[in-house]
């Protein structure tokens, strides 16, 4: 929290930011994000803040940055593990061309329908395919298909985080060479450089371990090229290359 109190704490929900100052993260909200935020992720954006896990959610700051991301990769064949109501998965839908697809997967349909009228409303329902449940099962099976493997261009992850390497181990089969897997979440509200005595919320410290151990791997996978970026709550982009 800023020095000045809350006045000065950021508007954007449930997001600390990793920024030093409040301020600085309210200014480049104000000043490049929210001026060009689509109406439609806008609309989403506050009908998540009503939701009491709206903490879940993707930054808009992160959201504007995927949409760049997408496009300057040109992605087409995507994919998003972990949906929550559809904030960055309406940022994809509307960053990828119209014949482009997502397969989307989640363990809460729920959720996503509170998403889903604004994503219908937005014109990009139909370049979603959702699919409720856990995601290594279908992983598992897609993986045994030849005509799956190397057929993605972008894939989001933003799920359960101690399946994160597990998700790694099928996902650098699925995407193609160049192709990009994003990682949410990798600096976990920034605890990956706290001390073991650093009084952290429960859900914070059990799942560090298992983000600690996942930026291990990523760094030393020959398989990739990464870039982990403060934003949001870290972000960790995988470029395949072999």
């Known amino acids: 929290m800023a020095a000045n109190g809350d006045n ?42 009503k939701h ?45 061309p119209d014949e482009g697809k997502i397969l989307a997967m989640d363990i809460n349909r729920e959720n996503y329908e509170l998403g889903l009228p604004v994503i219908e409303k937005a014109g990009v329902a139909h370049k979603i395919d959702f699919k409720e449940g856990p995601a290594l099962p279908v992983l598992d099976e897609m993986v045994k298909d030849e005509k799956n493997l190397g057929s993605f261009d972008f894939i989001f992850v933003d799920a359960d985080k ?52 996942l930026n291990k791997a990523l760094a030393a996978d020959p398989r990739i090229e990464i870039c982990m970026l403060p934003v949001g709550d870290g972000v960790t982009l995988c470029r395949r290359v072999a």
């Open 162 to 213: 101690d399946n994160y390497i597990n998700y790694h181990k099928r996902l650098i089969d699925l995407v193609r060479v160049g192709g990009v897997i994003g990682y949410d979440n990798t600096l976990w509200s920034g605890s990956v450089v706290a001390p073991p005595d650093a009084p952290l919320r429960k859900y914070i410290r059990y799942y560090r371990d298992f983000v600690l151990e």
């Open 52 to 96: 009491p896990w709206n903490l879940m959610t993707t930054s808009a700051d992160e959201g504007q940055f995927l949409s760049m991301l997408l496009k300057l990769i040109n992605a087409k064949n995507t994919m998003e593990i972990g949906v929550y109501t559809g904030y960055s998965l309406l940022a994809t839908a509307l960053a990828i």
């Open 8 to 49: 000065m704490r950021h508007q954007e929900v449930g997001h600390k930011s990793l920024l030093q100052s409040d301020a600085l993260y309210q200014y480049i909200l104000d000043t490049s994000v929210y001026p060009r935020e689509p109406e439609p992720m806008k609309e989403l954006r506050e009908v998540t803040a």
